[in-house]
């Protein structure tokens, strides 16, 4: 009793659920059902005005929930699965079809069907080409004879008229095929006037135009389906594919290691600065290239930019940024960043003034700073800095390093605020000074008067009272003279 009381409740359940059912589900299932249908009859069986019906379908389609499209005027809608299906069988065993028929069955625009076969193609449920683009023939090729047209493609810089003769290669070895029907051959005659001989070469002509048009065809159709990738030459006379590009973009960019865009362009018949920034950006992510895009439309390897520097640097212990960046054509962000990563490596030693529109090596810093902190009895590092106007960082650094090289010859310090350098012996004086001047000195009151650290000051105070230049001792940072 309970099993069919939960049963009628469950079907009362479902039929409300089916009563509220939205239009969009509703449709769905009706299209699902029939496969095709008209727009008014299938309004009136579902319940809905006509217009109703029909703004739903179309934003069904809009949003992609269903697939399909109006046909007869958009009185009626047929699903993508339906023509598709079509499309298949009749393809299924025919090397060579007419796809006419089924545009008239559903009355399709020829762009319309082809767009079925295109989304075919792109899925593998179909393979081929079609022929001249005003025609209703599409040729279903196989696996294999795919894979020769693609390997034909990437082998080299394609000829259209040659690829198109390739094709057509394809196209003889099926024996219903009639050749005559894709491009006619003109035979020449052994006599002719002047004015045949004019027709001859207007026919040679419209042959190659054709020829060419066909060839193009069918690339593009490979590149929309992504079977390929690749570009046209300006006049259209060329395809070229990506491999191709890359193998002899990479080659070419090694041999020549500076290459001008235009000379690419001309070289690899790439057509625009963009595309060309496209192929060595891929080169740079995946074959380890090395370089930099330059203001002139050039692209330049590393290993130049870096031998420039190095070069110009050991003919002179400064550069000129803004006329290093005019000469290597570069932005200046990009000239400085280079210069820091070389230093980081110890391949440059130097550092940049405050505006960075200098670079010194250190040996011009060095002979700068050197005499001066060699004759100061006590000096405030600022000083040292006018001829070169360096970063604050960079200048104490700088300094710091020049005092340690040369501590045996500067015998100095810099004090523990890096603003000062001092003689030690102009320090020993002034310590003494004050140490003698009372009879407990903190050394923590000191370091604030001299601006040097506890640690420093117990060194120099140990050495005045080795020297018998004082006398006291030291207990827990305080000094006592004795």
């Given at each position: 009793m309970l099993k069919k009381f939960k049963k009628k409740i469950g079907e009362e359940i479902d039929r409300i659920k089916e009563d509220l059912e939205p239009k969009e589900l509703l449709i769905k299932r009706y299209l699902e059902e029939r496969g095709i249908a008209n727009i008014e009859l299938m309004a009136s069986d579902l319940g809905l005005l006509t217009s109703v019906a029909k703004i739903t379908l179309e934003n069904m389609v809009e949003n992609e929930k269903i697939k399909g499209m109006f046909i007869y005027d958009n009185k009626e809608f047929v699903l993508l699965q339906g023509i598709e299906n079509d499309i298949l069988a009749t393809s299924e065993d025919a090397f060579k079809f007419n796809f006419k028929e089924i545009m008239e069955k559903y009355s399709l625009s020829l762009t319309n069907i082809r767009r079925v076969i295109i989304n075919l193609i792109s899925e593998g449920r179909i393979r081929g080409f079609f022929d001249l683009p005003d025609t209703y023939i599409f040729y279903n090729i196989s696996e294999d004879e795919e894979k020769q047209l693609i390997d034909e493609i990437n082998k080299q810089k394609l000829n259209l008229i040659h690829f198109s003769e390739f094709v057509k290669d394809i196209i003889s070895t099926h024996d219903d095929v009639d050749l005559s029907a894709l491009i006619e051959v003109a035979e020449k005659p052994e006599e002719q006037t002047s004015d045949e001989d004019f027709a001859?070469?207007?026919?040679e002509v419209i042959k190659e135009a054709n020829e060419k048009k066909f060839a193009r065809s069918i690339l593009e159709l490979f590149l929309i389906t992504n079977k390929i990738k690749g570009n046209f030459t300006r006049d259209y006379d060329y395809f070229v594919s990506d491999e191709i590009v890359l193998k002899e973009l990479l080659n070419f960019i090694k041999f020549t290691r500076e290459i001008s865009f235009e000379d690419v362009e001309e070289e690899l018949a790439i057509i625009s600065p963009e595309l060309i920034k496209s192929y060595i950006e891929i080169l740079e992510?995946?074959?380890?290239l090395e370089g930099y895009f330059t203001e002139d439309d050039s692209y330049v390897l590393k290993d130049v930019i870096d031998e420039t520097?190095?070069?110009t640097l050991q003919a002179c212990d400064d550069l000129n940024i803004t006329e290093?960046?005019?000469q290597l054509k570069l932005n200046k962000d990009t000239l400085i960043q280079i210069?820091?990563?070389?230093?980081?490596k110890d391949k440059i030693d130097g550092c940049f003034n405050a505006t960075k529109d200098k670079f010194y090596k250190f040996s011009k810093i060095k002979n700068e700073m050197f005499n001066r902190l060699l004759e100061a009895k006590e000096i405030e590092i600022e000083e040292l800095n006018s001829a070169l106007n360096l970063a604050e960082n960079d200048l104490l650094q700088n300094v710091e390093r020049i005092v340690s090289m040369y501590r045996k010859q500067l015998r100095?310090?810099?004090t523990s605020d890096g603003k000062t350098f001092i003689k030690e012996e102009t320090l020993d004086f002034r310590l003494m000074d004050l140490l003698n001047s009372r009879d407990q000195t903190s050394l923590r009151d000191l370091e604030q008067q001299v601006r040097l650290d506890v640690?420093?000051?117990?060194?120099?105070?140990q050495h005045l009272l080795e020297l018998g230049l004082i006398s006291g001792k030291i207990e827990k940072d305080i000094y006592f003279k004795s």
């Open positions: 001859a070469l207007a026919e992510r995946n074959h380890g520097i190095l070069n290093l960046q005019q210069m820091k990563e070389l230093a980081e100095g310090v810099l640690e420093t000051l117990k060194g120099f105070i």
